[in-house]
Each structure stands twice: as C-alpha cells, then as structure tokens.
C-alpha cells in the first residue's frame, strides 16, 4: 500500500524550531519528487516547497513565506522527508502535509507529470506563546 | 510566481444539478494544471491532472478542460458526497500554488 505517514508537530513558541518527517512506503521512493503542503486553520493549500530526487540533484524549492527559515532534506535509506522549521511564527500555525505523485516516481519520470496522488493524513504545528 | 484565481469562492448548488469551477493562471501553466477536493478534517484527494485527465477511481461526472490560463472543473451531476472544497494547483514551474479554493454548499 502507497503509504505517507508524518510526524513531529506541536506546540512551540514564536521564534522556536521544529523538525517533521514524513515516512514513506509502498513506492519507489528514491524517485520521487517530495512536497510539503500546508494549511492554517480555516484557511486553504498552501504549498510550502518540495526536494527532487537525488538521481535529479536533490536540490531544493521554497514559497517566498517560508524561504531561508524551512530547510527540506530527504534519506532515501529510510525512505524519509524532512522539513527543518526554524524562525517559527505564529503565521506558521497549520497542518503540515507531504505529497508526492508516485506514478511518476514508479516510471522513474522528472518532473512529475501526473498531480500529487499521495498524500500523508498530516501533522498539527501550533505556534503560540 | 504564478498566482492562481478561483471562482466563485463559494457555490451553492443542489443534488443533480451542474456545477462549474474556474481557474486562472497569472500566466500560462500549459497543461499542468491539477484538480483536489477536500472535505473537513480529511487530506486533500487528486480527481483531474494535466488540465484534464480523470484520476483512476475517480468518478467520470467529473471532467476539467482549458490550457494556458484559462480553467474549468465540472461536475455534471452532483451527487451527496461531491459537497467539498475543492482546489486547482499549477504544477508548471518551480513555485507551485494553489487556487484559494472553492466551497461547494448544499443549497
């Protein structure tokens, strides 16, 4: 079973730091271009930023709110996203989803073609004092 | 960054009835345009990608259609469990964004 299973949120305090993961399973991991999205309460998707696969560089895109304070990362050995969330602000405060189109990644394609297909049940950062 | 624009923002509308949902696109996105819904409490569900191919599983009420700048979801006939919000999402360039959404209401 395609499977997306995050972890690691909370109640942290403005200014503070925090780190999710994202465990995957059931698809070729190591291929896949991996997405965090969010969303505050009440609010709409918000696309926080994403990692292409290693075979593509491994590097890197962000949204401009979240620029130079998210540091995403991936261990494709423990088939793992990461987002590192420093500088944390109240603005922040939302579910922390991570997505990926695993067909894509399944016929080893870049840039993924087909939407995000997969997706985790998410993670609840609260920024508060 | 490409901005995404979705109307009406809200929608109400009756069992059986045709529903239209538009997107724009601050620019063109060709093709790569995607279509969610989302229902309280629950992660957001893929129905159409590349502008307008239908999911597997995805029930074939539903279609999208438009390229460029310029799109639409449709849902021909809408059934009980259609009452969700749903988004568009542009897949074209580094920046990825969403629409703001669009709440389909019971009416």
């Known amino acids: 079973e395609v499977q997306l299973v995050e972890s690691g949120g909370g109640l942290v305090k403005p200014g503070g730091s925090l780190r999710l993961s994202c465990a995957a399973s059931g698809f070729t991991f190591n291929y896949a271009w991996m997405n965090w999205v969010r969303q505050a309460p009440g609010k709409g998707l918000e696309w926080v930023g994403r990692?292409?696969?290693?075979?593509?560089?491994?590097?890197?895109d962000y949204a401009a709110p979240v620029k130079g304070r998210f540091t995403i990362s991936r261990d494709d050995s423990k088939n793992t996203l990461y987002v590192q969330m420093n500088s944390l602000k109240t603005e922040d405060t939302a579910v922390y989803y991570c997505t990926t189109d695993s067909r894509s990644a399944a016929a080893g394609l870049s840039p993924p073609l087909y939407g995000m297909n997969v997706w985790g049940q998410g993670t609840t950062v609260t920024v508060s004092s | 960054d490409i901005q995404m624009t979705q109307s009406p923002s809200t929608l109400s509308a009756s069992v059986g009835d045709r529903v239209t949902i538009t997107c724009r696109a601050s620019q063109s996105v060709s093709s790569w345009l995607a279509w969610y819904q989302q229902k309280p409490g629950k992660a957001p569900k893929l129905l159409i990608y590349k502008a307008s191919s239908l999911e597997s599983g995805v029930p074939s009420r539903f279609s999208g259609s438009g390229s460029g700048t310029e799109f639409t979801l449709t849902i021909s006939s809408l059934q009980p469990d259609d009452f969700a919000t749903y988004y568009c999402?542009?897949?074209?360039?580094?920046?990825?964004?969403f629409g703001q959404g669009t709440k389909v209401e019971i009416k």
């Open positions: 990692i292409r696969s290693n075979t593509d560089g491994g590097t890197t």
């Open positions: 999402q542009q897949y074209d360039t580094y920046s990825q964004a």
